[in-house]
C-alpha cells in the first residue's frame, strides 16, 4: 500500500532546534520531498533526498533511511518565519508523488 | 511576472453556478498539475497535462473539467458542485514528468466554497 505518516501539530521554541519525522509504506521509490507551506500561501519545494544519509541547506537538513522508510527535515536556529506546514511526500514507482497530511510547525518566542 | 498565477485566489459559488479556475505559468515547464487540498488531509492530485496533453485523471468526478489550451495555461472548470468540494484548489508545474528530481511550482491556490 502507500502511506505516509507524520505528526499533525509541533510546537518549538524561537532559536531551538525541532526534527519532524516523516515514514513512508510505498511500492517503489524515487525519492522524498520535502514542501514548506505558510498559511494562505504557495507550497514551496525545500529539499529531495533520493540517497541515504543528510543533506545539508542552511539553517535547513534533511535526512533518508530508505531501508527503514524514514526520513526527518532538521530545522536549527528557529525562527518567528518558520512557523508553517511541512508537507512531506514520497515519489513511487511511477513517479507519482504520495503526500503527507502535514505537520504544523508552530514557533514561540 | 514569474512564478504560478492562480486566479480568482478566492471564489464563493452556489450548486447550481458555472465557474471556472485559471492557472498560468512563466516558468516554461512542460507538466501541469491540478491538487484539492483539505484541512489536514494530504494533497490528492486531481489531474496531470504534460505537453498540453492528459495524462492522469485521478478519479474525480465530472462536475470538474480541466482544459489545457498551451503549456502555460490550464483551467478548471466548475458546474454543478456539492458543498464537499470546499477546498483550496492548488495549481503546479514542472519542468517535465517521470522522472525523479521532478520540483513542483505550486500557484497560491483558489479558496473555493460551495453554498
Known amino acids: 500500500g502507500q502511506n505516509i505518516d507524520q505528526p499533525t501539530e509541533m510546537t518549538a521554541t524561537e532559536g531551538a532546534i525541532v526534527q519532524i519525522n516523516c515514514t513512508y509504506q510505498t511500492s517503489g521509490f524515487n525519492g522524498l520531498f520535502w514542501y514548506q507551506q505558510h498559511a494562505g500561501e504557495a507550497p514551496t519545494f525545500l529539499s529531495y533526498n533520493v540517497l541515504d544519509g543528510l543533506e545539508e541547506k542552511g539553517r535547513f537538513s534533511s535526512f533518508l533511511s530508505r531501508s527503514k522508510g524514514y526520513s526527518y527535515l532538521l530545522l536549527k536556529e528557529l525562527q518567528m518565519k518558520d512557523s508553517a506546514s511541512y508537507l512531506c511526500?514520497?515519489?513511487?514507482?511511477?513517479?507519482?508523488?504520495?503526500w503527507g497530511a502535514g505537520t504544523k510547525l508552530i514557533i514561540k518566542p | 511576472e514569474t512564478g504560478v498565477t492562480q486566479t480568482p485566489r478566492h471564489l464563493v459559488m452556489g450548486m447550481t453556478n458555472k465557474k471556472s479556475l485559471k492557472c498560468e505559468q512563466h516558468l516554461g515547464h512542460n507538466a501541469m498539475y491540478w491538487y484539492k487540498q483539505s484541512a489536514k488531509k494530504p494533497l490528492e492530485l486531481m489531474f496531470v497535462?504534460?505537453?498540453?496533453?492528459?495524462?492522469e485523471n485521478n478519479s474525480v468526478p465530472s462536475r470538474f473539467s480541466p482544459e489545457c489550451p498551451n503549456s502555460s495555461h490550464l483551467f478548471l472548470h466548475l458546474h454543478t458542485l456539492q458543498p464537499e468540494d470546499s477546498a483550496l484548489y492548488l495549481c503546479?508545474?514542472?519542468?517535465?514528468?517521470?522522472?525523479?528530481?521532478?520540483?513542483?511550482?505550486f500557484g497560491a491556490g483558489s479558496r473555493l466554497t460551495v453554498l
Open positions: 503546479a508545474s514542472s519542468q517535465e514528468r517521470g522522472s525523479g528530481a521532478n520540483v513542483l511550482t
Open positions: 511526500a514520497d515519489m513511487d514507482s511511477n513517479y507519482q508523488l504520495i
Open positions: 497535462y504534460s505537453l498540453e496533453e492528459r495524462v
